[in-house]
Every structure is written in C-alpha cells, then in structure tokens.
C-alpha cells in the first residue's frame, strides 16, 4: 500500500510524525480522508475536531484539534492545528466535567466535546 509522510502538530508541540497510508480529518468543508498520491490541498480544520491517521504499522493516531489547517501535497500530509490532545493524552473525566459546567465557555465546551470524541474514536478500534 502506498504510504505518505504525516506531521501532526499543535502551535506549542510535535504530537506525531511518521509515515502513514490513511489520514482523515474534520475540515470546514466536512470530513475528508486523504492517502498517498492525494491531490494537493490546503484545507481549515474545524474548531473542536478530529484528526485520525493509520501508521503503516496499521496503528491508529486519534487527536483532538482546535481550529488550524492542513497542507496535502502527492507525498505528505502536514497538519497544523492552534492546539491538540493525542486521545491516549486526554483526562475524559476532566472533559466531561467542563461538558457538564453550565458555565463553561464556548470554546471549552468544542475542546471538551473533541477530546471525548477522540478518546472514543480511539478505542472502537482497539
């Protein structure tokens, strides 16, 4: 299967970089899935989204984004996101509590919501 070089990485961090066969995300324009030999594409990440990426190793990278955008050139995904959690990072009872605070801002609550998703995106496939 032919594969690609992916970089996902948050404003303050490297979260993952490798090479991959499958790489899905949660844009502005929907959900995309992109593999190698991809037509080039710059492409907004929504804020509070998903980004998913299978290793050649057939592992499987979920993280939560916030807002950030994504380069596709034939041979490599770079995905830029303000910031982001690696499912196996996220503290799902922390995100659920702010999901249940009332008075939680907008932004917290979109953070919040992608972490859980994340995590349970995560573990259908474990």
């Known amino acids: ?53 299978v290793s050649t190793e057939g592992e499987r990278i979920v993280a939560a984004v916030h807002g950030g955008f994504f380069s596709v050139t034939a041979d490599t995904v770079r995905v830029l996101a303000e910031s982001a959690d690696l499912s196996g990072e996220v503290d799902v009872d922390a995100a659920r509590k702010v999901l249940a605070d009332t008075s939680a801002s907008e932004v917290a609550l979109r953070v919040a919501q992608a972490q859980v998703r994340a995590v349970e995106a995560a573990a259908k496939h474990h």
Do not use: C, N
């Open 1 to 53: 299967m032919a594969e690609m070089t992916v970089d996902l990485v948050a404003v303050e961090r490297k979260l993952w970089s490798g090479q991959a066969t499958f790489v899905s995300a949660q844009t502005t324009e929907g959900q995309i899935g992109i593999m190698a030999g991809h037509e080039p594409l710059l492409g907004q990440l929504v804020e509070g989204g998903t980004v998913s990426i």
